[in-house]
Structure formats: structure tokens, C-alpha cells
């Protein structure tokens, strides 16, 4: 069964320090997205990750791809209050757009 | 710059009832979905199109029935509806032709079923 499981689920930080959120899935892929969805709204998209090794930046934002590892991070640096949301990640499983969700990370940053 | 549109915004169903939920592109997309999003499960794929007139199953299908008559409309049925079935649901468009196979997600609907 494929699995794709986020951690933290809950995150908790201060305005100014750096943390990371990761994403592992359980099949080969590699097409994995992140999106950010703000309370009561719809998914926007923040990166795209095409292949092995591949690393998007925006802003303070960092997300890499490691598909030997079946792993992707989402790196904050220097976080602030906006951007508190849920992040979640996505694989696409048959190179077909076919996406399965991770659970999401609920990531508030306090001052 | 309506991108993908869902109708209707909030709905409220008794126990057996049912209903449809309409999404619409105007992106020319081929690819649609019906995802549903349930506190702490992420998004779960109940259906989903690969052009017009095909239809597939996701994870989730028990319960939901979908249709595809035009390209630009993905149709998600619930004949019978039951209070598992309350939740948040999305509908989403890809392309076909795009390398980045990225979705581009509709408003949501929020059905609460009594």
C-alpha cells in the first residue's frame, strides 16, 4: 500500500529560527509537489520537483528531492508569523497526475 | 482568471438524500480530480478523469459516483448520502501537456450530511 507520511504533523515555532519538514513515501516516484493551504482556503502550489536531487528555492522556503531515499524536505529559515499554514506533500504515482497526499504539517510560527 | 470553479460552495444533506457537485475548468485541461480532506488525512482521491468520457478510481470511491460528459465539467455524485461522507471536498485540473504535472485546485465545498 502506498504511504506518504509527513512529520511533524504539529509545528510550533518562533518567528526567526530555522526547522524542517519531512516528507517519506513508500513507492518509486520522481514527481513530488508541496502546497500550502491557509485556514478555510484551497491548496496553492509552492514547488515542483522533477527528479532526483532536485532542489527549489522561494524565498524563505527550501525543498529538495531524494528519490533513492524516497524523501523530500521543506527547509524554513528565519520563519515568520506568515508563514503559518498546513504544508503538505504529494506524490505523483504513476507519472500519470495522479497525486496521493501526505497528512500535512501544521506549522504556526509565533513572534 | 476563473481557473477552476466548484458549485455549490456549502451544502447540507439529511441521512439517504442525495446531491451533485460540479466542477468547471476553463483552462482547457485534460486531467480532473475529486479529492476529499478530513482533519489530520490529508487529502484523499475519491475519483478522477483522464479526458473526456473516462472516468477512474482513487483511494476513496465507496459511496461516490463520478461523470465526465465535457472536458471542461467533472461531475461527483453522491446518491445516498451518509455522515461519513461529511467533508471538505476539491476538485483539481492538470494538464496534459505540462511538463510539471502540477494540479490547480478549486475553492472547496463544504457538505455536512445530518
Known amino acids: 500500500e502506498l504511504k506518504v507520511e509527513q512529520n511533524p504533523l504539529f509545528l510550533s515555532m518562533q518567528e526567526g529560527k530555522n526547522y524542517t519538514i519531512y516528507c517519506n513515501y513508500s513507492t518509486t516516484s520522481d514527481r513530488l509537489y508541496w502546497y500550502r493551504q491557509d485556514p478555510g482556503k484551497s491548496l496553492e502550489s509552492l514547488f515542483v520537483?522533477?527528479?532526483?536531487?532536485a532542489v527549489k528555492q522561494e524565498g524563505r522556503l527550501m525543498a529538495s528531492l531524494d528519490t533513492k531515499a524516497r524523501l523530500s524536505t521543506l527547509h524554513i529559515t528565519a520563519a515568520v508569523h506568515d508563514l503559518s499554514a498546513t504544508y503538505f506533500c504529494a506524490v505523483d504515482i504513476d507519472q500519470g497526475g495522479k497525486l496521493i497526499f501526505g497528512q500535512g504539517t501544521e506549522l504556526s510560527v509565533k513572534p | 482568471n476563473a481557473g477552476v470553479t466548484q458549485t455549490p460552495k456549502f451544502r447540507v444533506l439529511k441521512t439517504g438524500q442525495s446531491m451533485t457537485l460540479l466542477c468547471a475548468q476553463d483552462?482547457?485541461?485534460?486531467?480532473m480530480y475529486w479529492y476529499r480532506q478530513d482533519p489530520g488525512m490529508g487529502l484523499r482521491l475519491i475519483h478522477y478523469?483522464?479526458?473526456?468520457?473516462?472516468?477512474a478510481k482513487g483511494e476513496v470511491p465507496d459511496g461516490y459516483n463520478v461523470s465526465r460528459l465535457k472536458k471542461q465539467n467533472f461531475l461527483l455524485g453522491l446518491e445516498s448520502a451518509a455522515p461519513s461522507q461529511t467533508s471538505v471536498y476539491f476538485c483539481a485540473s492538470s494538464s496534459l501537456g505540462q511538463v510539471s504535472g502540477e494540479l490547480f485546485f478549486g475553492e472547496g465545498s463544504r457538505l455536512t450530511v445530518l
Open positions: 483552462m482547457n485541461h485534460e486531467y
Open positions: 478523469s483522464v479526458g473526456e468520457g473516462t472516468t
Open positions: 520537483l522533477l527528479s532526483n536531487g
